[in-house]
Nanobody, 120 residues
Framework: QVLVVESGGGLVQAGGSLRLSCAASRTTFSISVMAWYRQAPGRQRELVARISSGGSTDYADSVKGRFTISRDNAKNTVHLQMSSLKSEDTAVYYC??????????????WGQGTQVTVSS
């Protein structure tokens, strides 16, 4: 089964930057889509950014222009470069990978999450 592991979370001051990383391992088939979600206390988990294997990206309006998602298909890794961080960015950030065998969806796999805390 695919293993997804996030890293890079921590404490940062408002206006600062942080780079999250996620690696998918034990993959049998292709990882077509990787995404970052976040969940703050008392709030629903929300999509932050996602990227396809071809490099197409989507961002939540709240992070557009501040966050950048990128990936290395050869390594099955994805990164989230976060800049101009705000207090409202404080959340547990989760990485999700979708595995496909060609056009066949095999499964979605989640990481354990990494805490990002932005101090004001």
């Amino acid at each position: 089964q695919v293993l997804v592991v996030e890293s890079g979370g921590g404490l940062v001051q408002a206006g600062g930057s942080l780079r999250l990383s996620c690696a998918a391992s034990r993959t049998t088939f292709s990882i077509s889509v990787m995404a970052w979600y976040r969940q703050a206390p008392g709030r629903q988990r929300e999509l932050v950014a996602r990227i396809s294997s071809g490099g197409s990206t989507d961002y939540a309006d709240s992070v557009k222009g501040r966050f950048t998602i990128s990936r290395d298909n050869a390594k099955n890794t994805v990164h989230l470069q976060m800049s101009s961080l705000k207090s409202e960015d404080t959340a547990v950030y989760y990485c999700k990978a979708k595995e496909y065998k060609g056009a066949y969806f095999m499964g979605s796999y989640w990481g354990q999450g990494t805490q990002v805390t932005v101090s004001s």
